[in-house]
């Protein structure tokens, strides 16, 4: 089973934190199902954006039109550098909802057989235009035409866009990850026993 066809809703949307991957609610969106709960959903993954502007340079790539929810994210954004976010920066979204950054998306099997490209998960990785994934610090509600605003940015920390070529394609310096304010947990043990 996957979840990955998103499509666009038409109504406010609750966003809570959904626990752990395996066990919990899996996803941060109320309603939104999560296929594969080994790999995906759980705090540190409770909601997937993707930004508008890196659809529209796919969709030059490709030579297709690609819809908001094509990559499986539950939150497409408009003006908002999402790999030049910070891992640890938080998102004030509407009136109460705030998200935190936590990492770029690491693309599995079910994106690649989605999109249907040859060779797609290099492609996509040696692009590095990842889309963030975010945990719920506070919850709310969102839904389209929200405000985005960066409401805290960390002063020491690693761009999704640097953590995530660092964690795919330059594993020597993996330990400058350990500097990223907001890493998760399993993430930042797994990087201190392969650099210790």
Known sequence: MTAIDKRPVDHPVQVRAPGPKT???HSGLVGD???DVKHHGGDDQAVYAYAREDY???????GRPLA??????????????LVGAMIGERWRIGS???????????????????????????RFTKVNRTGAYLRVVTPGFVQAGD????????AKSVSIAEGFEVYM????????????EG???????????KVS
């Open 96 to 122: 109460e909802l705030e998200l935190q950054a936590t990492f770029g998306r690491v693309p599995c099997a079910t994106f690649q057989a989605r999109m249907e490209e040859p060779k797609w998960l290099k």
């Open 68 to 81: 908001g929810g094509a990559f499986g994210e539950n939150l497409t954004t408009l003006g908002l550098d």
């Open 23 to 25: 066990t919990g609610l």
């Open 147 to 154: 405000s985005i605003s960066v409401s805290y940015r960390p």
């Open 183 to 193: 890493l998760p947990d399993d993430l930042r043990e797994e990087i201190q026993r």
């Open 169 to 180: 394609l330059d594993r020597a310096r993996l330990g400058r990850l350990l500097d990223a």
């Open 56 to 62: 529209d340079w796919w969709e030059k790539e490709l």
């Open 33 to 35: 199902p999560i296929g």
